[in-house]
């Protein structure tokens, strides 16, 4: 009886596991689907050195170019619709840096490969390229090689890119504008999670963007910065961790510039940021040219080249909000040039700054020091 009594009561706390693991278990929805699963419309796949392309029973191309696939295999989606068409890429090619994989509105893209980038070419040439389209998304994507840019959209609307791996020889990561009517705003875009390496300019560019969600940027040895926001608004940032982005340069980790975060003529709060490490490089922070309406939670920052923080012309910036380190580098600067008004409602908080300093000249408007910790570091503030 007893053997029983116990093998019921095991059976019964493993029964209580199960249960308790299925609640606290993510939705499947919620998951990451694996490239290449689930329903799709057209496919270009690869096998030995032949590409082919199909809808259902229909190839609609078959040859050795993986531009050439995987654009047709884009064409075969139905014309003029009014809802996502799905195209899966399996396997790896290369394609031109002059040339162009371009999504029209209502696509999606899955790439279970890479695509090495060679030659040269010039304008806003892309592996991926979108413009005036709505209802668009990059689920996977690998890029190697010299793009111009790995992925370029401009004005659009409705964005979704998510896992995105880009280890790179030159060009720009992700650039992301309204260039081309500056009239409309880009809107509502989504960036999962990319990284980005071996870039000569920045890792992820944003201008002129209405709503923007990015999960995580991650920068590795990129010229210039890790994530730029460019007269961007209301924008949600979880994490920027770069190393070495902007080495020898003033770009940052993390830069806003040309009015990023004004609305209207304000800079209500509507950048908000997680967190931002940055080891090595130019600058950790920069906001400059009068950009603000921001906050930044967490920072991390340690050995940059130039300024650890630099706020120059900014207005209503809140700097560790929750906590934050300075290790090394630069010092953290509030500066101002004369063209535009000088800072204004900028709080510097909760930093441990180590073998540093924190210096503000001009004297800003209600400039806030608070809660900083000096560990061999001088402080000369107003």
């Known amino acids: 009886m007893r053997r029983r009594a116990a093998l019921l009561a095991s059976a019964a706390t493993t029964a209580l596991l199960t249960a308790l693991a299925t609640l606290t278990a993510p939705p499947a929805h919620a998951r990451a689907a694996a490239c290449g699963d689930g329903a799709y419309h057209a496919e270009a796949v690869r096998n030995g050195s032949t590409w082919t392309a199909r809808r259902g029973s229909s190839t609609v191309y078959t040859g050795t170019d993986m531009r050439a696939a995987v654009q047709a295999a884009i064409g075969a989606l139905t014309a003029n619709r009014t809802s996502k068409e799905r195209v899966v890429v399996r396997g790896s090619g290369s394609v031109s840096a002059g040339s162009r994989i371009s999504l029209p509105s209502y696509t999606v893209l899955d790439v279970c490969g890479t695509i090495d980038v060679t030659g040269t070419g010039s304008g806003d040439q892309a592996p991926v390229y979108s ?228 210096r503000e000249s001009p004297c800003g408007e209600n400039t806030i020091f608070r809660n900083n910790r000096l560990v061999n570091s001088t402080q000369s503030i107003c």
């Open 131 to 358: 413009r005036g389209t709505r209802d668009i998304e990059v689920q996977h994507l690998g890029v190697t090689g010299a793009p111009l840019y790995g992925i370029f959209l401009r004005n659009v609307q409705n964005v979704v890119l998510g896992q995105i791996d880009m280890r790179l020889s030159r060009g720009l990561g992700v650039r992301i504008d309204n260039r081309g009517d500056t009239s409309q705003w880009t809107r509502n875009v989504r960036i999962d999670d990319v990284y980005v390496s071996g870039a000569s300019s920045h890792a992820v560019e944003t201008y002129g963007v209405d709503g923007l969600t990015v999960g995580t940027v991650t920068a590795r040895d990129v010229g210039e910065s890790g994530l730029l926001l460019n007269q961007t608004i209301n924008a949600t940032v979880s994490k920027v961790d770069a190393e070495n982005a902007g080495t020898g340069t003033g770009y940052a980790a993390f830069r806003m510039a040309n009015r990023n975060g004004r609305i209207g003529s304000g800079y209500a709060t509507n950048i908000r940021v997680g967190e931002v490490i940055a080891r090595g490089g130019g600058r950790g922070v920069f906001c400059v040219s009068e950009s603000g309406g921001a906050t930044i939670d967490r920072i991390t920052l340690s050995n940059t080249g130039n300024n650890a923080i630099l706020i120059e012309n900014c207005y209503n910036v809140n700097l560790a909000a929750q906590s934050g380190t300075v290790t090394g580098g630069g010092e953290i600067r509030l500066a101002a040039r004369s063209e535009f008004a000088n800072n204004r409602d900028v709080t510097v908080q909760n930093l441990t700054v180590t073998n540093s300093a924190i």
